[in-house]
C-alpha cells in the first residue's frame, strides 16, 4: 500500500495517580498532514462491505470529512491535490471497522475490586481494529466518559467509546453481590420504583449509549427496560447469577422487552443437562422479537481453549503493554482457572449453533467480556472470539457480519457504522489476507482508518506499550474500587 508516513505523531502521554478522572491518562495527538485531509480515495485490493457475503474487487471508496461519499468509483473520477489516495495490493482486504459489543475498560491488579483504564486500553483495541466499542457496565463511569469527551473534541485518541454506565442491578457492588437478592449499598434491596427511573434518566443525559442489566429482580428489570426505553436506550442482560440460577429467566427478559442476551440461552451446564424444548422455546421467542446474542465463547473457552489452540489463540506478547509492576503483580498472582468446563463451553456451542441454524444468524454479535486478571488484553481477546465463534462452526461470513453489521444494528447505530456504504462514517480496516479463507487474516492489520482518519497498528501499540496499571506501590490508590452508595 502506497501512502504518506507518518500516519501518527503522539505529542504527549502522561501518567496520573490521583486523580479519579484522569484525564492526564490520555493519550494527546497532534494529527500529521495525512490525518488533516479532508478526502481519501482507496483504491485495489477487495471489499467486504458487511452487506453481501462475499467480497469484491475495490474499484474505488471516496472519502470526505470523515464520511464515505462513493463507492466503486472509476479511476478516471478526478481528484483534488489534497486528496490522499491509498492503493491497496491484490493481497489485501478492506471491511468495516469492528465493534466490540462487550468491550470492559477494568483490571483487577490488587484483588481490590475491578477499576477503568481506557486511554492505554483504547489504543490496543483501536490497533487492532476495533474502531467502536461498547463497555458492558462500569464500576467507574467518570473515566469512560471523560476520555470520549476528549476523543470526541480530538485530544486522544481511541475507538469510538459508547458507554453504558454503572451496572443496573445489583453487581454495582461486584462480586459481594452473588444474586439479586444480596444487598447492595449502590443498588439497595429496597430502591424504589422512582430512583430506578432517577438513574436511568441521569445516566441517559449523560450520554450513555445501552444499559446493562446484572443481577436485578424480575420487577427490578421491568422498570429498568421500560425506563430505557422511553429514553430510546436498547437494554442488555447478564441473567444467571453466581448460583448458577435465574435472577431473570431469558424467556422473562425477553417478554419484557430486553434487546440482548449476553452469555448464555439458558442455565445447562452440558448437553446431557440441556432441555432441547427448552433452547427450541428460547430461540423462537429472540428471532420472533429480535433479540441479539452475545455469546462471548472466548470467555467462557478462556485457558482450555487458549491450551488447546496455543498458536492461534496466543500471538502477541500482550503482557508489554502492562507497566512492569503491574506485570509482576499479574504474574504472582498466576494463572487463573477456566472459566468453565469443556462440557458447559459445548453448551454455550450448541445454543449458539442452534440460534443461527434457526435462521438467526442476523442476530449473533461479538463481545469479548475480558476483565483482565492476567497479563491478556481485551483488544486482542476480539480476535480470539471471532476464532472461536468460526471454530464453532459460524461460516465466516457470518462471523464478520457478527463483529460490524449486527453490532450496529444491535445498538441503533448502523445507520453510522457497521458497513461500507455511502454516507457512513468512514470506520474502515485494511487488512493483508482474505478474511473469508482464514478469519486469522482479520488480525493482520496494515491500516485503521477511524473517522476518515488513518492509523497505523504499530504506532498505536508502541504509544501503549509499558502502561497500564499501577507504576510501583506507591500507586495504588487508582486502582481500588470505591463503591458509592445510592443514598
Excluded at 6 to 27: G, N, R
Excluded at 80 to 95: A, G, K, R
Excluded at 202 to 226: C, F, L
Excluded at 381 to 387: G, S, V
Aim: aromatic share 8%; hydrophobic share 40%.
Amino acid at each position: 500500500m502506497k501512502r504518506a508516513e507518518p500516519s501518527l505523531v503522539l505529542v504527549l502521554m502522561t501518567m496520573c495517580s490521583t486523580s479519579i478522572l484522569c484525564s492526564e491518562y490520555a493519550v494527546t495527538a497532534v494529527p500529521s498532514a495525512v490525518e488533516r485531509t479532508t478526502s481519501l480515495m482507496i483504491r485495489g485490493g477487495w471489499l467486504f462491505d458487511s452487506i453481501s457475503d462475499e467480497r469484491r474487487p475495490n474499484n474505488g471508496i471516496f472519502i470526505q470529512d470523515g464520511i464515505i461519499k462513493a463507492i466503486d468509483v472509476s479511476k478516471t473520477v478526478p481528484t483534488t491535490t489534497d486528496t490522499t489516495i491509498i492503493e491497496l495490493n491484490d493481497q489485501q482486504t478492506i471491511m468495516s471497522g469492528l465493534i466490540d459489543l462487550h468491550a470492559h475498560y477494568n483490571f483487577d491488579f490488587l484483588d481490590q475490586g475491578r477499576v477503568e483504564e481506557v486511554a492505554s486500553n483504547g489504543l490496543v483495541f483501536l490497533a487492532n481494529g476495533i474502531t467502536t466499542t461498547w463497555s458492558a457496565g462500569e464500576f467507574n463511569p467518570e473515566r469512560i466518559i471523560e476520555q470520549r469527551h476528549l476523543i470526541d473534541s480530538g485530544q486522544a485518541i481511541g475507538p469510538r467509546l459508547l458507554s453504558s454506565g454503572p451496572y443496573f442491578g445489583g453487581f454495582r457492588c461486584e462480586y459481594n453481590v452473588r444474586v439479586a437478592a444480596d444487598d447492595c449499598s449502590a443498588w439497595p434491596n429496597d430502591i424504589s420504583d422512582q430512583e430506578i427511573r432517577d438513574e436511568v434518566d441521569y445516566w441517559t443525559q449523560k450520554g450513555i449509549s445501552s444499559i446493562k442489566i446484572k443481577q436485578a429482580t424480575p420487577h427490578e428489570m421491568r422498570v429498568i427496560i421500560d425506563q430505557a426505553q422511553k429514553n430510546s436506550l436498547t437494554t442488555t442482560g447478564h441473567l444467571a447469577n453466581y448460583e448458577v440460577e435465574y435472577d431473570v429467566s431469558t424467556e422473562d427478559a425477553i417478554r419484557m422487552g430486553i434487546d440482548r442476551i449476553e452469555h448464555q440461552l439458558m442455565l445447562a451446564l452440558s448437553a446431557e443437562t440441556a432441555d432441547p424444548q427448552e433452547l427450541a422455546s428460547i430461540i423462537s421467542l429472540m428471532i420472533e422479537h429480535q433479540v441479539f446474542y452475545g455469546a462471548n465463547l472466548q470467555m467462557y473457552g478462556s485457558v482450555n481453549l487458549r491450551t488447546k489452540y496455543a498458536s492461534d489463540m496466543l500471538w502477541v506478547d500482550e503482557a508489554k503493554y502492562f507497566t512492569p509492576y503491574a506485570r509482576q503483580l499479574l504474574q504472582k498472582r498466576g494463572p487463573p482457572p477456566p472459566e468453565s468446563d469443556w462440557p458447559e463451553y459445548h453448551q454455550r456451542v450448541i445454543e449458539l449453533m442452534a440460534l443461527y441454524e434457526a435462521g438467526g444468524g442476523n442476530l449473533l454479535v461479538a463481545g469479548t467480556d475480558e476483565p483482565v486478571y492476567t497479563t491478556l488484553l481485551p483488544g486482542f481477546a476480539y480476535h480470539r472470539e471471532l476464532f472461536a465463534l468460526n471454530k464453532a462452526g459460524l461460516p465466516l461470513s457470518v462471523v464478520l457480519k457478527a463483529a460490524t453489521i449486527n453490532g450496529a444494528r444491535a445498538l441503533g447505530i448502523d445507520s453510522d457504522v457497521g458497513s461500507i456504504q455511502e454516507e457512513k462514517i468512514a470506520d474502515l480496516i485494511i487488512i493483508n489476507g482474505n478474511p473469508l479463507s482464514d478469519i486469522k487474516h482479520v488480525r493482520n492489520i496494515d491500516t485503521v482508518i477511524k473517522n476518515g482518519i488513518m492509523h497505523t497498528p504499530k504506532s498505536l501499540l508502541n504509544a501503549a506499550e509499558g502502561t497500564i496499571g499501577p507504576q510501583s506501590d506507591l500507586d495504588h490508590s487508582r486502582w481500588i474500587l470505591n463503591i458509592l452508595p445510592l443514598r
